[in-house]
T-cell receptor, first 114, second 116 residues
């Protein structure tokens, strides 16, 4: 299995809703990432987990709450989002200590906040 | 902090022709990795090719090759025999060797159109 699976593919939520994005990989990667990508822009890093512990938080607002329950699963909990949070949310994973393999990305969740 | 610059927002190439996408970067590190990612309309970021900075030999993957000039901090991507399926957004990316889970720094991207 060489894939990163993200669910759902599309999500529409109101500003008062609570929802979660899910990301799963079974490649044995011990680093997992959340990226946010606006239209026609490069991905922007949000969070990095290594060995299931949060290692990088790029000053993301608290309405985004990441969680890494185990080495294969990464969640992003969403609460009280704003319309400007509408974007493509990409999950990725990678090996640790061997940076030459880059990241494996999922196909993303297209989030619309109304 | 590292920065990655792609100066060509859009490029166009005819099918079967060759095109080169440019990328420059700025870093004070001596060891690092460079990547080209492709993002088609399906949205998934697909790794096209990678280059280790300590290797002088330019990487090649089938129709894709790079011209890595470490002193000039340049990392261009050449696509030979272009195909319709090559149409996508292409991102150049830099990854540091420091840290266990170092982040990828992306350029702003180049949209490649392939015409008949």
């Amino acid at each position: 299995d060489t894939e990163v699976t993200q669910t759902p593919k599309h999500l529409v939520m109101g500003m008062t809703n609570k929802k979660s994005l899910k990301c799963e990989q079974h490649m044995g990667h011990r680093a997992m990432y959340w990226y946010k990508q606006k239209a026609k822009k490069p991905p922007e890093l949000m969070f990095v987990y290594s060995y299931e512990k949060l290692s990088i938080n790029e000053s993301v607002p608290s309405r985004f709450s990441p969680e890494c329950p185990n080495s294969s699963l990464l969640n992003l909990h969403l609460h009280a989002l704003q319309p400007e949070d509408s974007a493509l949310y990409l999950c990725a994973s990678s090996q640790l200590w061997t940076g030459n393999y880059g990241y494996t990305f999922g196909s993303g969740t297209r989030l619309t906040v109304v | 902090a590292q920065t990655v610059t792609q100066s060509q927002p859009e490029m166009s190439v005819q099918e079967a022709e060759t095109v080169t996408l440019s990328c420059t970067y700025d870093t004070s590190e001596s060891d690092y990795y460079l990547f080209w990612y492709k993002q088609p309309p399906s949205r998934q970021m697909i790794l096209v090719i990678r280059q280790e900075a300590y290797k002088q030999q330019n990487a090649t993957e089938n129709r894709f090759s790079v011209n890595f000039q470490k002193a000039a901090k340049s990392f261009s991507l050449k696509i030979s025999d272009s195909q319709l399926g090559d149409a996508a957004m292409y991102f150049c990316a830099y990854r540091s060797l420091t840290g266990t889970a170092s982040k990828l720094t992306f350029g702003t991207g180049t949209r490649l159109q392939v015409t008949l």
